[in-house]
């Protein structure tokens, strides 16, 4: 079974430049999470999906990230426009129904200088 | 609101001696517990969760830990450590409610093994 495949693997972008992320989860998978992990911390929850509908989107700073999740399948998360503090690993994981175990994809590195 | 603290941010055994992780955590609900494994350029990996039934937990690679509501601690352990073990280590910590069930992680625990 394919696991939770993230592109690209490594950004690098100046601020105030825009950039996107993708994710395409496990197949059958309903529920998709985007977390966000700053160096030396644990991941924090930005945004769960279930199929092509916003769960929880508490933790997202909606002034400069959007997500979608279009047909309830691949996702992208998108910074317009990033700063120096964007720069974190970003994971996106994938889960059956809400209440099963998540599954993590290998992240994103974004830097931002 | 739920939140975990790890009590240790690094942590230093010899090869072959027990392995305790600290974790406590605070839920206005019954939460289900999770210990994570973050090995260097590797993804997430579950080791085990506490979703209400034994409150002993067996996991992966030999990891265990005890859900002791009275202390709010779920503590993980391993009798015997390997080279392999060295990584970092989440508690993690999750409250479903309207279909919401994302993971609360905590800090993470750098686990180094000494030869």
């Known amino acids: 079974e394919a696991g939770v495949a993230q592109s690209p693997r490594y950004k690098i972008i100046e601020k105030r430049q825009s950039v996107a992320f993708w994710c395409n989860p496990i197949?059958?998978?309903?529920?998709l999470y985007w977390y966000q992990q700053i160096l030396g911390q644990g991941p924090k929850l930005l945004i769960q999906?279930?199929?092509?509908?916003?769960?929880?989107d508490s933790q997202l700073p909606k002034d400069r990230f959007s997500a979608e999740r279009l047909k309830g399948v691949d996702s992208t998360l998108k910074i317009q426009p990033a700063k120096l503090e964007d720069s974190a690993v970003y994971l996106c994981?994938?889960?059956?129904?809400?209440?099963?175990?998540?599954?993590f994809g290998p992240g994103t590195r974004l830097t931002v200088t | 609101a739920q939140s975990v603290t790890q009590l240790d941010s690094h942590v230093s055994v010899s090869e072959g001696t027990p392995v305790l992780l600290r974790c406590n955590y605070s839920s206005s609900y019954s939460p289900s517990l999770f210990w994570y494994v973050q090995h260097p350029n590797k993804g997430l990996q579950l080791l085990l969760k506490?979703?209400?039934?034994?409150?002993l937990v067996k996991g992966i690679n030999g990891f265990e830990a005890e859900f002791k509501k009275s202390e709010t601690s779920f503590h993980l352990t391993k009798p015997s450590a390997h080279m392999s073990d060295a990584a970092e280590y989440f508690c993690v910590v999750s409250v479903s409610g309207g279909g919401a069930d994302g993971l609360t992680f905590g800090k993470g625990t750098h686990l180094i093994i000494q030869p």
């Open positions: 994981a994938s889960s059956l129904p809400a209440g099963y175990e998540q599954y």
């Open positions: 506490y979703t209400s039934a034994a409150t």
């Open positions: 999906f279930q199929n092509n509908g916003v769960v929880d």
């Open positions: 197949s059958g998978h309903a529920t």
